[in-house]
Each structure stands twice: as structure tokens, then as C-alpha cells.
């Protein structure tokens, strides 16, 4: 694939997914789509530099804007960290039992492709784009961060310090700001390593299983967030067990796949409202024709 | 089926050692055996130290857990006694290493009781002389240890399942997610499952003692070159070692011990080393050699370099040979000099497993059972295998002086040009190794000696590349190595190291790096762009190097000054 069709690409899926964001899929069904967009991250290659850290809150205007001298203080790796509501990304470092070398990582939202967040969200705040990005809609939102509590990678955070428009944060995949103008995610084009790897998902998977074949001592063989939670955007490549740098276990299956079934059966052709009136119904038909014959009794 | 049981528990029970290295019989060790250490541990780890007593299919199920036997415990308190204590003697006074002395294997349970006979009697009666003495409880022996006793299957992909053409196969994926080469490697598969036996989790107490050249060269002294004390062929042959029967041959040098050869590695050596100690220490020599657990087996491996002034075995092997079987292969034959290998080495055993045969008479062309049907070629080639020449010398140069530059070329057999380094057809080529030439001589005059990088000026200062000294430093460690001066083959083949898929000349400007890493990043993702070749090959390199931050930074503000503002 040559640049210009890289980009017209790109454009085309952003644009047919602006231009039709009408047909209804549950989310479970949309997820897969072949042209979907994604990143590769070699966490192999990663030296902790947190030039991302800094061009997410660059590109961000609304993030609170961090002084240059935060992104070069190491102590910040001495503790774990999480995204927070003044953080889309973060890197941490980690010390597994096969290296010697510290290993780092950089976290973000995953943009799954069966999001847990979409499903749950009651007022379509969370939608998925065809091009993989999960976004957040903040005039739809209502803050009952149901959101915060399904996602399987703890990812939403949520403005508490504001008291009269909070809002759920979270890394936007440069969806409007970025994605929109052909450009690639900010934290991808400030990465002086070149960690980060963007194209569509199914060419980064071939990439993927190329580089673990081509250096089997050198990576776990196994492509992070390629299956995870039914697949991800972000996928992950590492030398050390996934559960030793905070990559979670999880199912292959996708986290809406669980309850979406089980409310959509149970509500299907108005189901339980009908019941329950159904019920009512009855009763009092009973109770009217006993008073009825008492009535006649008398 | 019971027969097989108690066979197994008498080889298990034999030694009173390591239990997991019996039941470990994945036939494809490809790791050479961990070799004697330098310091012995500290002694009250040692009493600590257990094993388990399970005999695996002996009893079924059981109904506690197996017991953890301390064996250094018992040597410590039992040292004024002989180990006749616990260990059958036979009448030529050697031992038999072996546990209970009469065990009653006409069922499990009278099995079960000659143990607990053996074990609760003594403990049970040296109690009542007021002595020091063992537990006589269930619960004390039989203690419950989560941590142990754990099968882990993992699901693999059959051998035929290729990752690159299958792309789709996510439905298989969603249970093996693990490629084809973890289950060659793990040895037992269960093909039903397509599930591997990941670990049995009995945690070897020891670690296994590895016969290095410093410990033959103990015993040749000790000995005083008495070579057939250890090797002789038979009772029938046990006579001063001649040209002939210098070598020993496979295992026949265990028959004395084990007419019937069913004895593994393990229980031979405890019945040869100990007995003979037990001998010299009962005739009152000055040296006996060690008799208890933590004296043989210690922690740690004494590296090849630590051992630089050891007399190597004499051995009737040429010092260079032109490995080479018959006219009819299609490559020359490969030069091999022996002595500079036995020099790099810790033992025998790293290259040579249990015996001193040649290559050729286990790993025939075809390929035998008792060569595991690891064919002649791939013995010298497999890449994965730290026993075959090419395995070895990837593992070396994993080293942090090789792998600055290899850890990002290619590799192995992949680089067809590299055959005619070993398969040279003569041995002429072994006086091949040679220094590498200084610097000056090979980068062009037009080249600095330093200059600027510039790419992220907008950010920073411009960086510096010093470029000689760079290179003065690697034309140094790498006329250090013995595999490296005999390898890099041409004098140029050192600026490979940066300058990978580019025509190399002396004294030729070779092509910029943007040449091929363009500014902009590549959509086909075949390599990187500039800032990241940049980046990559830089701090790729003082990563795997392991430098200090001064010399090798690996932080921004290593390379990059700070713009003032």
C-alpha cells in the first residue's frame, strides 16, 4: 500500500463512518470490521522516555497543561500509576522475574472492538467508530459512570474535583482532533523509539506474528489485545508474561457477549412489562369475580 | 503395572535425592546440565532443604500429602553414625543407596508400612533415649505445601498451524493460543488436548552437580592419574587405560555397579562418588572427597573463564580436525579445533552429554534412537540448541559485548553466506582468526571524527555522534573475543554492525542513513523511519550493552542537551 492510499484509506472509513453512524448494530455485532484501524506497541523497544505522555497533553487542550519538567522526572516510575482525569496515557516501569532490564509500558484506553463502555453507557455517551476509536460524547453523558465500572481494563476516569460539569476522561484516540485530518495519534508520531506502530489492524497482526517469528527469544509468542476481550485496538508485544506488566488476563470472548444476551432476551417483545400486566390483569379479574360472588352471596 | 511402581520407586528411593529429575524423563534436555559451583551454600540452608518421597502410581491417590524428607538434617545428626543407619550395606561394604533397607513390596500398604516401620522406630526410640529425634505424627511429616505438586497445561497450536498464513484462524485461537515451537520444545504433549505439561512443579532440592574441568583435575591429582579408578570398561577390563580403552564407552563403565543398566545417571553417580569417598575416609586418607548433599551439589555454575588455568583432560582427540564423513556430501568439511573449544568450556559434558563418543555415533545421517533422532546435520546446526555448534555460539553471542550490534541482524542459518566460515575444507582456515585492523584505516579520510545530528533540533541541542571513538571502542572489545576474531572474516565486517544491508568497502563512503529511513514514516511498516532508526540502533545498542549512563546513556538528556530558553 502506497501513502496516498494510506491516506484515502484512512479518510474513506472515518468518512463513511461519519456518514453512516445510523445503522443500529448491537455492539457485539460491530465490532470486527476488516479495515478497522490500530497500533502495534513493541514494549520491547520502549526506553521510558515519555515523550507520549507529553504529546497527549499537548494535543489535549482541555487536560490540565503539565510543565516539561514533570515528563523528565524519573521518580514518577517508582509507583504504579493510573490514567486520571489530567492523563489519557501514562508509562510505567516494571521489573519482571525473567529480566534484568526494567521493562516499560504505556497505557491508554484499548478501543476494544466489542466495548464493555458502549454497552453499558444508558444514553449512547460511548459510541464506537468504524475506525476503531472509541469516543466519548460529554453533552450525552449523565455521569452515572456505569462505563467506569465495566471496563475490563480500568480505563474511564471521572472529574470528581468538578463539581458542576463533570466528565468521564479517557484517551480519545485523537478521534477529532488527529484522526479526522489524516493524521495519526500524537502519542505514535512523538515516539522517538518508534514503539508504536499505527495501520489497520489486520496488516499490524501480520507485523505482529512476523516480528516474534523473526525473534522467538525475544518476545512472548502470543499478540496482546489480538483476542482479548474479543480484540482490541491497541495490541501489545512483550518479552515478559503479560500478567508480570499489568496487562490483565482476560477471556477471548467479548465482555458485552456476557450480559447483552441475557437483557436483550429478557426484554424481547416487551416481554416482562407484558408479564407483569399480564399478572396485574388477572388478579384483579380474580379478585372482581369474588367480590362478585360474595356480592351475590349477599 | 505394579511391577513398573516399584521399579520406579526403587530407582526414585535409591538415591534419596531429587525426586523431580526421575520424573522430568522428558527425553530432549536441551540444556547442557548445570555445572559444580564455586562457594558451597550456607549451611543452615542446606539442613533446610527437602525432598519429596512420592512414587508416582505406586499408592493412587493419595490420602495426605507427600512427606518432605530432610536428608542433610539427618546426615548432620547422624554423623558419628555410619550410613548404615538407613542404607543397606552389602558385603564388600559398599552401600546401596537405597531407602527403606528391606522394603515390603507385596502391596501398597505394607509398602506404606515398611516406610513408616523405618522411619517412626528410629525416631520413636532414639525419643525415648532422650537423642536428638525426628517427628512420629502424620501431620508432622505429611505436611501440606500448596505451592508444589501443580500440573499447568497449556494449550499450543499443533506443529502445522503457521501463524503467517493462518492469520484467520481466530477460532482455534480462542483455546491455543501458544505457536507450534513451545511444544516441540516441552517435550511431553498430550495431542488430544493439544494441551502441554508445563511443569510438575516438584522443585528440584539440588542443583545437579556438573563434572567440570576444575573437579576432574582435583581427582586426576587425587588420583594421582589413575585414570581407571573412574573410567575402566568392565570388572573384566579394569586395567591401566591403554590407547585403546581410553575412552570410556557409553555406560559400560557402570556395569560393576549396574549389570542390568537400569540405574539412571544420577543413582550411579551417588553409588560410584560416595562409596569411593566412604572408602578413602575409612582407609584414612588425607583426601576423602565430600559425603554429604550440600558439599557436591552447590549453587552457581563456575563460568569457562574462571578455569582458564586447569589442566583440560588428556584426551587422545586431535587438537584440529576436518569434520567430514564421507566424499559424497556437497559441503566441504568444517574446521574444527578442539583444543580452543576445551578451553572455552566448563566440562566435557557441554558439548560431549554422558559419554566421551564422537558426534557421529549417536547422531547418525538418518538419525538413531539413541541419538534422541536428532539427525548428524541438525546435531551441528540446530539453532535452538545450546548443544549444536550453531546454538552455542548464538547463546554467546547473546553476551553484552556481541550483542550491541547481533541482536539486531539476522541470524543463524538464515545468512547463507556464512556457511564457508566453518566449511572451509581445510584446516588451513583455522589460523584465520586475527585482529581486527584499528579504525583509521578503514573509514575514509573524508569522514569526521564527530559530528551533529540535527533531526529534533526544534526540541533540543544538536546531538553528538562520535563516531571513531565509537569505533575504537568496539574494534576493542571485539579483539577480545576469540569467536569474534575468528568469525568477522572480513576487516570491514565490523561496521556491519550499524551499517546493515549496505555495501561495505575500505577506505568507501558508505550510504546515509536516510538513504533508505526516510522522514517520513513508511505506511508498509518494513522499517523504520529516520528518528527511529536513529533511536533504535543507538539505544538498541547501549540497552543490550548494558553501559553506565555516562557512557552509554539510554535517557533523553544522555544524547540530547537541553535548548536554553
Known amino acids: 500500500m502506497n501513502r496516498r492510499g494510506f491516506i484515502k484509506h484512512i479518510s474513506s472509513i472515518t468518512g463513511a463512518a461519519a456518514f453512516c453512524a445510523a445503522p443500529k448494530k448491537s455492539s457485539a455485532q460491530q465490532g470486527r470490521s476488516e479495515e478497522s484501524l490500530a497500533v502495534l506497541v513493541d514494549t520491547t523497544l520502549c526506553v521510558g522516555c515519555r515523550a507520549c505522555e507529553q504529546a497527549c497533553n499537548e494535543i489535549n487542550p482541555d487536560l490540565p497543561l503539565v510543565p516539561n519538567d514533570f515528563f523528565k522526572d524519573d521518580s514518577v516510575f517508582e509507583r504504579r500509576r493510573r490514567m486520571n482525569a489530567s492523563a489519557f496515557t501514562v ?63 480500568q480505563v474511564p476516569a471521572y472529574e470528581y474535583a468538578s463539581i458542576l460539569t463533570p466528565r468521564v476522561r479517557k484517551c480519545t484516540f485523537c478521534f477529532k482532533t488527529r484522526l479526522k485530518q489524516n493524521e495519526i495519534p500524537a502519542c505514535v508520531a512523538a515516539c522517538p523509539m518508534r514503539v508504536m506502530t499505527f495501520g489497520p489492524r489486520a496488516e499490524l497482526i501480520t507485523i505482529g506474528r512476523t516480528r516474534i517469528r523473526k525473534n522467538p527469544e525475544r518476545y512472548i509468542p502470543h499478540i496482546y489485545g489480538e483476542h482479548e476481550a474479543g480484540g482490541t485496538t491497541w495490541m501489545y508485544l512483550a518479552a515478559a508474561p503479560f500478567e508480570q506488566i499489568d496487562l490483565p488476563k482476560l477471556g477471548y470472548h467479548p465482555i458485552p457477549g456476557y450480559t447483552e444476551p441475557v437483557q436483550h432476551t429478557l426484554f424481547k417483545w416487551f416481554l416482562p412489562p407484558l408479564g407483569l400486566f399480564a399478572m396485574l390483569a388477572g388478579a384483579m379479574w380474580y379478585n372482581k369475580r369474588k367480590s362478585k360472588q360474595s356480592g351475590d352471596d349477599t | 503395572m505394579k511391577k513398573i511402581a516399584y521399579a520406579v520407586l526403587t530407582i526414585l528411593l535409591c538415591t534419596g535425592l531429587s525426586v523431580s529429575a526421575s520424573i522430568d524423563s522428558t527425553p530432549a534436555a536441551e540444556t547442557p546440565l548445570p555445572l559444580q559451583a564455586v562457594p558451597a551454600s550456607g549451611a543452615s540452608e542446606a539442613l533446610e532443604r527437602f525432598i519429596f518421597i512420592t512414587i508416582p502410581g505406586a499408592f493412587g491417590d493419595l490420602d495426605r500429602a507427600p512427606v518432605r524428607f530432610f536428608h542433610e538434617k539427618h546426615t548432620k545428626t547422624l554423623e558419628s553414625e555410619s550410613c548404615e543407619t538407613c542404607h543397606p550395606r552389602k558385603d564388600n561394604g559398599t552401600f546401596e543407596f537405597t531407602f527403606p533397607k528391606q522394603p515390603d513390596k507385596r502391596s501398597a500398604d505394607t509398602l506404606m508400612n515398611s516406610y513408616h516401620d523405618a ?146 545417571e544420577q543413582e550411579t553417580a551417588h553409588l560410584r562418588c560416595i562409596n569411593c569417598h566412604l572408602a578413602r575416609k575409612a582407609r584414612g586418607e588425607k583426601k576423602t572427597g565430600p559425603v554429604t548433599c550440600s558439599e557436591c551439589h552447590t549453587d552457581g555454575v563456575r563460568p569457562a573463564d574462571a578455569m582458564k588455568d586447569v589442566p583440560r583432560p588428556e584426551c587422545e582427540q586431535e587438537e584440529k580436525i576436518l569434520i567430514r564423513f564421507d566424499n559424497e556430501t556437497r559441503m566441504p568439511g568444517a574446521a574444527f579445533n578442539h583444543k580452543a573449544h576445551q578451553l572455552r568450556t566448563r566440562g566435557c559434558q557441554d558439548c560431549h552429554h554422558e559419554t566421551m563418543r564422537a558426534c557421529k555415533e549417536c547422531h547418525t545421517p538418518a538419525g538413531t534412537e539413541e541419538g534422541n ?193
Open chain 2, 119 to 264: 522411619c517412626i522406630e528410629c525416631h520413636s526410640e532414639r525419643a525415648a533415649d532422650g537423642r536428638e529425634a525426628g517427628p512420629v505424627t502424620c501431620g508432622e511429616c505429611h505436611v501440606a505445601l500448596p505451592d508444589y505438586h501443580k500440573t499447568e497445561y497449556l494449550p499450543v497450536m499443533p506443529s502445522y498451524y503457521d501463524p503467517l498464513r493462518d492469520t484467520r484462524h481466530g477460532e482455534c485461537l480462542n483455546c491455543h493460543r501458544e505457536p507450534a515451537k513451545a511444544a516441540e520444545d516441552a517435550g511431553e504433549l498430550d495431542w488430544k488436548k493439544f494441551r502441554v505439561k508445563v511443569s510438575e512443579n516438584y522443585e528440584a532440592a539440588w542443583p545437579k552437580v556438573g563434572f567440570d574441568y576444575q573437579l576432574h583435575d582435583k581427582h586426576d591429582k587425587a588420583l594421582e592419574q589413575k585414570c581407571e579408578e573412574c573410567h575402566y570398561l568392565s570388572p573384566q577390563q579394569k586395567t591401566k587405560i591403554t590407547a585403546e580403552t581410553r575412552e570410556p564407552k557409553c555406560k559400560d563403565w557402570l556395569q560393576e555397579l549396574d549389570p542390568a543398566g537400569s540405574l539412571t
Open chain 1, 91 to 153: 508509562v510505567n516501569r516494571y521489573q519482571p522475574n525473567n529480566s534484568e532490564a526494567p521493562v516499560h509500558v504505556k497505557f491508554q484506553c484499548m478501543h476494544c472492538l466489542y466495548p464493555a463502555c458502549v454497552s453499558a453507557c444508558l444514553v449512547g455517551a460511548m459510541t464506537r467508530d468504524a475506525s476503531g476509536a472509541v469516543v466519548y460524547d460529554e453533552k450525552k453523558c449523565i455521569g452515572c459512570r456505569y462505563c467506569m465500572a465495566a471496563c475490563p481494563f
Open chain 2, 373 to 565: 533422532f536428532i539427525t548428524l546435520a541438525e546435531a551441528y546446526h540446530r539453532e535452538t540448541s545450546a548443544w549444536s555448534c550453531i546454538g552455542c555460539h548464538a547463546q554467546e553471542k547473546q553476551r553484552p559485548d556481541c550483542a550491541g550490534c547481533h541482536h539486531q541482524l539476522p541470524e543463524g542459518l538464515s545468512v547463507t553466506t556464512a556457511c564457508g566460515t566453518c566449511h572451509s575444507g581445510s584446516l588451513e582456515s583455522l589460523n584465520r582468526a586475527r585482529k581486527a585492523p584499528a579504525p583509521e584505516t578503514l573509514i575514509p579520510d573524508v569522514v569526521e571524527k564527530e559530528w551533529e545530528i540535527k533531526l529534533l533540533e526544534k526540541e533540543y541541542q544538536p546531538a553528538k555522534i562520535k563516531h571513531l571513538e565509537i569505533v575504537q571502542k568496539l574494534t576493542e572489545r571485539v579483539n577480545k573475543s576469540a569467536l569474534a576474531t575468528y568469525f568477522h572474516t572480513e576487516d570491514i565486517t565490523l561496521c556491519a554492525g550499524c551499517h546493515h544491508y549496505s555495501p561495505l568497502e575500505k577506505k568507501k563512503q558508505v550510504p546515509q542513513c536516510s538513504a533508505c529511513h526516510t522522514a517520513r514514516i513508511e505506511t508498509d511498516h518494513q522499517r523504520p523511519d529516520l528518528l527511529g532508526a536513529y533511536h533504535q540502533q543507538c539505544l538498541g545498542c547501549h540497552k543490550q550493552m548494558g553501559g553506565t549512563e555516562e557512557k552509554m546513556p539510554q535517557t533523553c538528556d544522555g544524547c540530547h542537551e537541553q535548548k536554553k530558553q
